[in-house]
């Protein structure tokens, strides 16, 4: 247990941080780019889903209806970094992941969708301490859109 628990919020000291980078091949201006990719992707699902219980307005999505407002949203995100000549996949197993972490997070689950951008803060803040668990997010969220960059 107290494996787990260091794991999930013992900051690791930066030294040890750099080294993680330099093992893992990590370059700061693409953790900056990833971050922004993950941030204006879920920018975009908030500012447009239409599914949340509004006062007196109780919509609910179907399945359906969330997966085409993740695919909508996911090609507009592409398009919108496109536009500035960063080009990614549009499909593999980068979406997959985010299509995953949407669906267990964001259309699901109300107190895991409000902690959402304190969550992107803690892992691509590069100025804040790591935990272990901050860097194998960062880690595997870094290659997964790494490999699928065009």
Not at 40 to 65: H, P, Q, V
Not at 77 to 99: M, P, T, V
Request: charged residues 30%.
């Amino acid at each position: 247990m107290e494996n787990f628990f260091n794991w999930m919020s013992k900051p690791i000291p930066a030294e040890e941080i750099v080294i993680w980078f330099n093992v893992h091949n990590l370059n700061y201006e693409k953790i900056e780019l990833f971050g922004d990719f993950f941030k204006s992707l879920y920018e975009i699902m908030r500012d447009t889903y239409l599914g949340e219980e509004n006062g007196e307005t109780k919509i609910a999505l179907s399945d359906e209806d969330k997966i085409s407002h993740f695919e909508w949203c996911w090609t507009t995100n592409l398009e919108n970094f496109s536009k500035e000549n960063i080009k990614f996949k549009k499909d593999g197993q980068h979406k997959d992941y985010f299509k995953s972490f949407f669906s267990d997070t964001f259309y699901n689950n109300k107190n895991l969708k409000v902690a959402i951008p304190e969550f992107l803060e803690d892992v691509f803040e590069l100025e804040k301490p790591f935990t272990k668990s901050d860097l194998d997010i960062l880690t595997e969220v870094y290659h997964l859109l790494e490999k699928n960059m065009e």
